[in-house]
């Protein structure tokens, strides 16, 4: 195979071999951002000591993290890694709470439910245009669940109390997966059993494949018929993983790594095909 490139205006020539050879070595798969969210918020909600590693320590990332501790998680940060006391929900600590998500939806739309298996009143604020993001689909479920709550127009200053009652939680599948993933977070640990029914085609079934499996990890399973509705039981513990990869929800963008070198030495398509599914089906979840 010969390759031509244009390189400093220069045009580098070279004759390549590709032989029947094993790939080998080390893949370090980049951090992902939506998984590292999910796996501060169950660790935060583990009783014991969880580390979490491979993380970027984003601004959406610290927000969650500083959420979580704002609910009484204790968090300490190292390099490239994090520990994760859970949440004592034996302590009736009635303080009110301020829960700041800087400029991150998720963080917000998340932790909201959430704040409600905590005691006490809860403040969310935020910058930006945080504010401006509808929360309707939460006003609704608070009125459903006699929650008592406040808000301003235009700017974050939720204000909220009470507990979520469990049961039957009606929402439209093309609004943001972020308002379902709070309640999936949430409902397992109120003592209740409880379904979420989608009256729409849901929209977002990745996010929400993400997290039954941060939840499964920590030992949550949740019933999904086909998206339609998740069948939750109440009064669950979470259970500590004591080393979890966030890292792993990101496979797609090594595929796509993978598909650039290979398209690079081969026009085989075959070839191309062969080996994503067997990455796919090799690859195993650390212990």
């Known amino acids: 195979m010969k390759i031509d490139n244009l390189n400093n205006g220069g045009i580098f020539v070279a004759d390549?071999?590709?032989g029947n050879m094993r790939l080998m070595g080390n893949v370090k798969v980049p951090p992902s951002k939506s998984m590292a969210h999910r796996a501060i918020i169950c660790a935060s909600?583990?009783?014991?000591v969880s580390k979490i590693e491979n993380i970027d320590f984003s601004d959406d990332i610290?927000?969650?993290m500083e959420a979580m501790k704002a609910l009484g998680a204790k968090i300490y940060q190292n390099k490239n890694y994090i520990e994760i006391q859970g949440i004592n929900h034996n302590e009736d600590n009635k303080e009110l709470k301020i829960i700041d998500c800087n400029e991150s939806g998720s963080t917000l739309r998340f932790l909201v439910p959430i704040s409600l298996l905590?005691?006490?009143?809860?403040k969310f604020i935020g910058r930006g245009n945080l504010g401006k993001r509808p929360l309707n689909t939460f006003y609704e479920i608070f009125e459903q669940d006699n929650i008592e709550y406040s808000?301003?127009?235009g700017i974050l200053n939720l204000q909220l109390e009470g507990t979520?009652?469990?049961g039957e939680y009606y929402l439209a599948g093309n609004i943001s997966s972020q308002f379902i993933t709070g309640l999936l977070f949430t409902l397992p640990l109120i003592n209740r059993d409880s379904k979420i029914i989608i009256t729409t085609e849901m929209e977002s079934k990745g996010y929400i494949d993400l997290t039954l499996?941060?939840?499964?990890?920590f030992g949550i399973e949740i019933i999904n018929n086909d998206y339609k509705e998740f069948i939750i039981k109440g009064i669950a513990t979470i259970n500590v993983t004591s080393n979890?990869?966030?890292?792993i929800s990101n496979m797609y963008h090594l595929v796509y790594q993978l598909f650039l070198f290979c398209t690079a030495f081969t026009s085989s398509s075959q070839f191309i095909i062969y080996l994503v599914k067997n990455l796919f089906l090799s690859f195993q979840f650390p212990p």
Do not use: Q, W, Y
Request: hydrophobic fraction near 45%.
């Open 118 to 122: 905590i005691p006490g009143k809860k």
């Open 213 to 217: 499996s941060a939840l499964r990890d």
């Open 45 to 48: 909600l583990s009783e014991g």
């Open 164 to 166: 979520l009652k469990g």
């Open 151 to 153: 808000f301003e127009e």
């Open 244 to 247: 979890i990869i966030v890292s």
């Open 16 to 18: 390549l071999k590709v």
């Open 62 to 64: 610290i927000a969650t």
